[in-house]
């Protein structure tokens, strides 16, 4: 992939998105900019059409609007505040575990599934595992803000870079396994 000229300005330009994101998280809650970065699915979803030569179906956009509504109801309903912004290690064990047993149990059914639920599936993970990438980001970022290079004695950052990979993993296995 790394010879794939493509491959290599997406991948920087996925890391510069990170890097907006990663600036958002710092100057906003994350009630309020994760929700606003799923909105890059709807300008996806017509951008890899257009790519590949297709047409959008009545599925795809009935899709982008669900994705839409959704972002909007959870604006609406789930009022922005600041929340805690790095949350003490005990906080975040039981969502490690709620996310560990989760990826153990789609990734062992992707096994014996193939084309679309095994790319769903994995796409599903993936998606959890950005989702604990963003409240990690926000982690981070505000530690950065509060104490700079000591950022490094933190747990968060090395977290951050794990659970990352790993989202990445499983979302270019759910690329790879189906449409």
């Given at each position: 992939?790394?010879?794939?000229?493509?491959?290599?300005?997406?991948?920087?330009?996925?890391?510069?998105?990170?890097?907006?994101?990663?600036?958002?998280?710092?100057?906003g809650p994350l009630?309020?900019?994760?929700?606003?970065?799923?909105?890059?699915?709807?300008?996806?979803?017509?951008?890899?059409?257009?790519?590949?030569?297709?047409?959008?179906?009545?599925?795809?956009?009935?899709?982008?609007?669900?994705?839409?509504?959704?972002?909007?109801?959870?604006?609406?309903?789930?009022?922005?505040?600041?929340?805690?912004?790095?949350?003490?290690?005990?906080?975040?064990?039981?969502?490690?575990?709620?996310?560990?047993?989760?990826?153990?149990?789609?990734?062992?059914?992707?096994?014996?599934?193939?084309g679309r639920i095994?790319?769903?599936?994995?796409?599903?993970?993936?998606?959890?595992?950005?989702?604990?990438?963003?409240?990690?980001?926000?982690?981070?970022?505000?530690?950065?803000?509060?104490?700079?290079?000591?950022?490094?004695?933190?747990?968060?950052?090395?977290?951050?870079?794990?659970?990352?990979?790993?989202?990445?993993?499983?979302?270019?296995?759910?690329?790879?396994?189906?449409?």
């Amino acid at each position: 992939l790394a010879r794939d000229r493509a491959w290599v300005m997406a991948a920087m330009l996925e890391v510069g998105s990170y890097g907006f994101q990663a600036t958002a998280l710092y100057f906003g809650p994350l009630v309020l900019v994760a929700p606003i970065a799923a909105v890059d699915l709807l300008f996806a979803l017509p951008l890899i059409a257009r790519g590949r030569r297709v047409a959008l179906t009545v599925r795809n956009w009935a899709g982008a609007g669900c994705v839409a509504g959704g972002i909007a109801m959870f604006l609406v309903i789930s009022p922005p505040s600041a929340g805690i912004a790095t949350p003490p290690f005990a906080a975040w064990v039981p969502l490690f575990i709620a996310v560990a047993v989760v990826l153990v149990i789609g990734v062992a059914a992707t096994r014996r599934a193939s084309g679309r639920i095994r790319a769903g599936t994995l796409a599903a993970v993936g998606a959890l595992e950005f989702g604990v990438v963003a409240a990690l980001s926000k982690s981070v970022v505000d530690q950065i803000g509060r104490s700079g290079w000591l950022l490094f004695l933190g747990w968060q950052l090395y977290a951050l870079v794990v659970v990352g990979i790993l989202g990445m993993l499983l979302a270019q296995s759910a690329f790879q396994a189906g449409s």
